[in-house]
């Protein structure tokens, strides 16, 4: 970490607001009228019969895998397993629930985005990190040119190649790889995160593209660094091996404001955190992130190494690993996985159980047709 900025990544004892409950000596307090603390971390349903839900969605999310297939374009990539499935589920309230290869190493790829996110906004500052990216979806594929080339634009956000490779262009003065690696270990709560070296060589041998964006975005004054060095810190990123369980780490502190529910160590501010999560919800899942939102509802991170990062907030943290790809890059299985539980275990960002009313029959439809509203 570079000492002459005095800039730290969040990581500090979370404290509570002092603002919180009113203001006042201890006795001025016991005369004022309070709110009752509410408990806004959604239970989810008991362990059981979620581990039968999930156990049911996880058998329906096999049948997807022959409809997809693994990354060929890195050479490492194309060795994997397409049939290796794997979900890690950690509520906020409750426990545990692994299934499959939850434990199986696999490198983070994009998923790592969402890392180089937060450190961004933490080290360089919200202002900084947007001057050089945008915030809004691209609608074309994750290593695309075009809106770069045409358009003489900056990266339309940072969860695409070319945003995070700007990213990396802010991050490579102010802090090391290794920087990144301790921290990446601290905030997926997994000592076991190692660069896989082989997929590293094997990205850096065949990353023309990421190369050509790189250099492109040098030539548009977005990249001011070595453009070399710049690549390999992005792909050292790409590189580390994580496992559903370490990303499911992640989603949880993501899904607590940042903080860990175990020590109340704060990882990020609470402001990265909403950030990040909300252009997860828009860009995270590249061209197919709305159809995404709309059908499941969980902001989730994807990587062609088969992993996603979700984030239900205020309830859980997930990740999943399943190497098989549709056209978009997304894990085919995971993706089914992830709309089948969405409902069914209350994960979806705009479930509320006041409001999810799931209608049976057509009653809105003929009081509509009855006003004359259709």
């Known amino acids: 970490m570079?000492?002459?900025?005095?800039?730290?990544?969040?990581?500090?004892?979370?404290?509570?607001?002092?603002?919180?409950?009113?203001?006042?000596?201890?006795?001025?307090?016991?005369?004022?009228?309070?709110?009752?603390?509410?408990?806004?971390h959604y239970q989810l349903r008991e362990t059981g019969k979620a581990k039968e839900i999930i156990q049911k969605a996880m058998d329906l999310a096999r049948e997807e895998i022959p409809k997809g297939a693994v990354a060929t374009y890195i050479p490492e990539l194309s060795k994997m397993d397409p049939h290796q499935l794997g979900i890690c589920l950690y509520p906020l309230k409750g426990d545990k629930i692994a299934l499959g290869d939850y434990d199986a190493r696999f490198t983070m790829q994009s998923v790592s985005k969402v890392i180089m996110l937060i450190v961004a906004l933490e080290v360089c500052g919200l202002k900084e990190v947007f001057e050089k990216v945008g915030m809004e979806p691209s609608g074309e594929a994750f290593d695309s040119l075009v809106e770069l080339d045409v358009n003489d634009s900056k990266p339309y956000n940072p969860l695409i190649n070319s945003g995070a490779l700007a990213v990396c262009g802010l991050l490579l003065p102010e802090v090391s790889f290794q920087d990144m690696l301790r921290y990446t270990r601290n905030v997926c709560s997994d000592a076991g995160i190692e660069?896989?070296?082989?997929?590293?060589?094997?990205?850096?041998?065949?990353?023309?593209?990421?190369?050509?964006i790189a250099y492109l975005l040098q030539s548009k004054g977005i990249i001011t660094t070595d453009v070399e060095d710049t690549l390999r810190f992005y792909t050292k990123m790409c590189s580390m091996n994580v496992t559903a369980e370490s990303l499911a780490n992640l989603g949880k502190k993501l899904a607590n404001d940042g903080v860990c529910v175990k020590d109340g160590k704060r990882y990020m501010s609470s402001r990265t955190a909403r950030i990040v999560k909300t252009l997860m919800l828009t860009c995270g899942m590249y061209d197919g992130s709305g159809s995404f939102a709309i059908r499941v509802g969980i902001p989730t991170k994807s990587g062609v190494g088969g992993g996603l990062l979700s984030v239900s907030d205020k309830r859980a943290g997930i990740g999943v690993f399943g190497p098989a790809l549709d056209a978009q890059g997304n894990s085919i299985a995971g993706c089914k996985l992830l709309r089948e539980i969405s409902n069914e275990l209350r994960l979806n960002l705009f479930y509320d159980p006041?409001?999810?009313?799931?209608?049976?029959?057509?009653?809105?439809?003929?009081?509509?047709?009855a006003n004359s509203v259709i």
């Open 354 to 369: 006041e409001w999810n009313k799931e209608e049976a029959d057509d009653t809105v439809l003929r009081e509509m047709k």
């Open 2 to 40: 570079s000492d002459s900025n005095n800039k730290e990544i969040h990581q500090n004892q979370n404290g509570q607001n002092n603002n919180e409950g009113g203001c006042g000596n201890a006795a001025e307090k016991k005369s004022v009228h309070t709110e009752p603390i509410i408990d806004r």
């Open 195 to 212: 660069l896989n070296e082989d997929v590293f060589d094997s990205e850096m041998k065949t990353c023309s593209r990421n190369r050509s």
